[in-house]
């Protein structure tokens, strides 16, 4: 049971460092991307290749999933940056899609949809289990905390304050001598990072990565949580990806509790709440549990 | 080998012509309400699975049980659309892409509680394929390929003749012209949700016809879907029926250079090429 709970934890570190990143991209910055799933299977695929093919060190492996996300999340930013909102929704979850299309087929590299197995842990062989549930807790927490800081601290410079005026009046903002599209991009892949070094983070947790692991409900269980917690809002990001994942593992105990489900019933029953909860949260609390400390534009007001 | 070619062009074809019927439903959504509806996957999985119900579970034959499957998708997507999606748009087309995302898990669920994953074929008499010239055509895909041309003649007719389908035309042009003009642009909301979600029921079983279906049927198509419309030009219904034919014909001619795995990734790659040299798209609007 311990074990277990803290292996929610660390799931819950992980959705933490999505929604920071996503909190970047949309909360800030006012872009939309469905295509999180894509950028952590990114970080997760680069850092388990690295280090299991080339036997690169863990930290080294994760660094540079990290970056690899931001150079591919600079590129879909620039590819992108004229489009209008409805078209970038379309092409980002295209991307992912995408992703996992080259995961399941380049089999040479990345064994298709079996699947790469035995992605090396940190210390996994110097400490038992429960030890090294108990490590990554720390570690993935110790990283919750930097890149907390990290954009935080990047939310309330100049920066941060640039990106806010081109979510809320582009044109203004370019009027008053910011180049909107240099900030876009950057912000774009300041968040892609962080969605790759969870991916990475992902990867050597639990050893083993597929395509399979990366599908679409991934990017709206991290909608999620942002939205619950609060878009534009860094405290709200953690809290909402607690909430989240605290949401998903009750309905895997709720759900048994029905009598006479089959496997497939149950499995279909807990999505069907996600996607409901979804839906409800939207409509009943945009601004989420705790919201930017105004109005939100993103979601109060769209062109 | 010009024999393979022109085997992959006509089946191309034929993909592209039944590819147009969902892509069509989109894109008319597009045109009036002005977001991008997720929910077309889900509402081409239910169509299928109504069609399946129809033709498997009543005995029906393939034109009465595609009847119903535009029925039942059409009146599940006035449904949901009432009930769920129309408040979200005056939260601005991101939040209501987002929902009908949401949307289109949950529905897709409902599915796959009430017939499991597996996968499910129609009902089809077995005949053999049409050879000439070297090309192979199955009886069944002519007859697709006639359904889906009579569908969109159909769509064609109402779009043009109509009184309701000219007020639709109106208020894609100018909703607040339309709106002056006495246009009730709740009763235009509801239509083009019953049609465009009942097109794409309609294309869904269509596309299950050839293969089999599953709770995913509409999910797998969706990339192609948009595709489509927004090759074509996202808003323009014969712009969705030149892109449906695009991306039909481009997926098959891929094969020729790469895995079939990848067919999915050719209607990304489109949207990309077209967003970048030409972002309204073919026939349609602008993109930015």
């Given amino acids: 049971m311990e074990n277990y709970l803290i292996a929610m934890a660390v799931s819950a570190g992980l959705y933490a460092l999505m929604a920071l990143g996503l909190n970047v991209i949309w909360g800030m910055a006012g872009q939309v991307n469905l295509g999180l799933v894509g950028f952590f299977a990114v970080g997760a695929y680069v850092s388990a290749l690295l280090t299991l093919k080339l036997g690169a060190p863990i930290a080294a492996g994760v660094v540079a999933g990290a970056l690899a996300a931001a150079a591919v999340g600079a590129v879909v930013s620039l590819v992108t940056a004229r489009l209008r909102g409805d078209y970038l929704a379309i092409v980002t979850l295209g991307f992912a899609e995408t992703i996992r299309i080259v995961a399941s087929n380049e089999i040479w590299l990345t064994n298709g949809t079996d699947g790469l197995s035995g992605i090396p842990g940190p210390f996994r062989a110097a400490l038992t289990p429960e030890q090294f549930n108990l490590f990554y807790l720390c570690l993935v927490a110790a990283l919750v905390i930097v890149v907390f800081a990290l954009i935080d601290r990047l939310a309330h410079a100049p920066f941060g304050r640039v990106l806010r005026a081109i979510r809320d009046d582009e044109q203004a903002t370019a009027v008053a001598g910011k180049y909107p599209l240099a900030f876009k991009v950057k912000a774009f892949a300041f968040g892609s990072a962080a969605l790759g070094l969870s991916g990475a983070l992902y990867a050597h947790y639990t050893s083993y990565i597929a395509p399979d692991l990366f599908l679409p409900l991934l990017t709206l269980y991290i909608k999620l949580a942002l939205l619950a917690g609060g878009v534009g809002n860094n405290r709200g990001a953690v809290l909402g990806a607690v909430v989240v994942v605290t949401f998903l593992e009750s309905t895997r105990f709720l759900v048994p509790l029905i009598p006479g489900l089959s496997h497939v019933q149950g499995a279909a029953l807990r999505e069907f709440i996600i996607s409901a909860a979804l839906i409800v949260t939207l409509r009943l609390r945009p601004q989420g549990l705790l919201p930017e400390a105004r109005m939100h534009p993103v979601l109060e007001k769209e062109k | ?288």
Avoid: C
């Fill in chain 2, 1 to 288: 080998m010009v024999t393979e070619i022109l085997q992959l062009l006509l089946n191309g074809a034929m993909a592209g012509t039944i590819l147009a019927v969902p892509a069509i439903g989109l894109t008319v959504i597009f045109a009036v309400l002005r977001f991008a509806n997720f929910a077309v996957a889900s509402h081409a999985t239910i169509g299928a699975f109504a069609g399946y119900v129809a033709n498997v579970s009543f005995g029906l034959p393939v034109l009465p049980a595609i009847v119903v499957a535009f029925l039942v998708a059409g009146l599940v997507g006035l449904a949901t659309d009432e009930l769920i999606l129309k408040p979200f748009r005056a939260a601005g087309f991101i939040t209501t892409a987002i929902g009908s995302i949401a949307l289109t898990i949950g529905l897709e669920n409902v599915v796959r509680f009430a017939f499991g994953n597996d996968l499910r074929g129609y009902d089809l008499p077995l005949m053999r394929d049409w050879r000439f010239a070297g090309l192979r055509v199955g009886p069944q895909q002519v007859e697709n390929l006639a359904i889906a041309l009579a569908a969109m003649a159909a769509i064609f007719a109402f779009l043009a003749f109509t009184r309701a389908g000219k007020a639709m035309r109106a208020v894609a042009d100018n909703p607040t012209l339309a709106g002056i003009k006495g246009i009730n642009d709740k009763t235009i909301a509801r239509t083009v949700s019953f049609v465009g979600m009942g097109l794409a029921g309609l294309g869904g079983m269509l596309l299950g016809l050839d293969t089999t279906i599953d709770p995913l049927t509409g999910f797998r198509a969706i990339l192609s879907i948009f595709a489509a419309a927004v090759v074509g030009g996202l808003g323009s219904v014969p712009g969705a029926v030149v892109g449906a034919l695009v991306i039909g014909i481009g997926e098959e001619m891929s094969l020729v250079i790469l895995s079939p795995n990848y067919r999915s990734a050719v209607g990304f790659l489109a949207i990309l090429a077209v967003l970048t040299i030409r972002p309204r798209g073919i026939l349609g609007q602008r993109a930015y």
